[in-house]
């Protein structure tokens, strides 16, 4: 699989993706701009670049890989993601946040391609395990894939989970945490460390492997195998990431949680997306 996939043609796609982002946000004035850009490259490799199962011509095929975004607030880069697989019309994007769209700031089960609605953290981890324990109750083969910020791990259900999971060996449920080292007010080890988050999670009985999180190849290398490992423990992946990626104004910015950019600072934005992917000044 690996030497088949086209990584060049994945960074362009996670490029457009985030200009998507960028300018739907700007236009509604509100959106979590960072949360999304972080995780861009991860959405990009699972639903475009063929890692997980999924239909747009059939959103509730039984047989998809189900995929949870348990950090709801990054719902931008979701809906930006399944617009460019033919979920809907890139135009219906325009319409995020506003009266009459279907597009709520906080992930929206009615939108198609959406599993659940998201947005209170440390819940889709929960969904994402029981779902996972469905499918082998009823020996159903499809795999269960969520995606944690990293934030979200301060949630004392997010470690309920993780022992839920691994006593269950739940192997066909794959977390990966948007490790961006940023919450709303300040940097997460000057909060409450996380680190050394892989011991953190082996000890609770998971497999862990730890990659950059905006490199497309080692998202594969990751990923690319998980339907033919051989473990009856869940599988985590720590993505490290910038929040912001792309935008070099609204990186390691704290404050810029859940703000879109306005007036000059959106212009300044939208000039550094295009310098950083296209360079261009």
């Not at 089960?109 to 994402?128: K, Y």
């Not at 050394?196 to 290398?221: A, L, Q, T, Y």
């Not at 473990?231 to 390691?252: F, M, R």
């Amino acid at each position: 699989m690996l030497n088949t996939i086209n990584y060049q043609k994945l960074e362009k796609k996670a490029q457009e993706i985030r200009n998507l982002v960028l300018d739907m946000c700007i236009k509604a004035g509100t959106g979590h701009v960072t949360s999304s850009l972080s995780c861009i490259d991860i959405l990009v490799s699972l639903y475009c670049g063929g890692i997980l199962r999924h239909d747009p011509d059939n959103p509730n095929w039984e047989a998809r890989d189900r995929f949870i975004l348990s950090k709801g607030q990054a719902s931008p880069a979701l809906y930006a993601v399944l617009a460019d697989c033919g979920y809907f019309t890139k135009k219906e994007l325009s319409k995020f946040a506003q009266k009459g769209g279907k597009f709520g700031v906080h992930l929206q089960r009615d939108v198609p391609g959406v599993e659940i609605t998201s947005g209170s953290l440390g819940q889709g981890f929960g969904t994402a395990a029981g779902i996972a324990l469905g499918a082998k109750m009823n020996q159903e083969l499809y795999l269960v894939f969520t995606l944690l910020g990293d934030g979200e791990c301060y949630e004392g259900s997010i470690w309920e989970t993780a022992m839920f999971a691994s006593h269950n060996r739940l192997n066909n449920l794959i977390a990966i945490i948007d490790r961006n080292y940023l919450c709303v007010t300040d940097f997460t080890e000057n909060l409450i460390a996380l680190e050394p988050m892989d011991e953190k999670w082996r000890s609770f009985g998971w497999n862990v492997c730890r990659i950059n999180g905006h490199s497309i190849e080692e998202i594969f290398k990751a990923l690319c195998s998980v339907r033919s490992r051989r473990s009856n423990k869940p599988l985590l992946v720590i993505a490290d990431t910038v929040k912001g990626c792309g935008v070099e104004s609204l990186c390691y910015q704290p404050l810029c949680h859940g703000i879109a950019p306005k007036g000059e600072d959106a212009v300044k934005a939208m000039r550094e997306l295009k310098r950083r992917f296209c360079g261009d000044e």
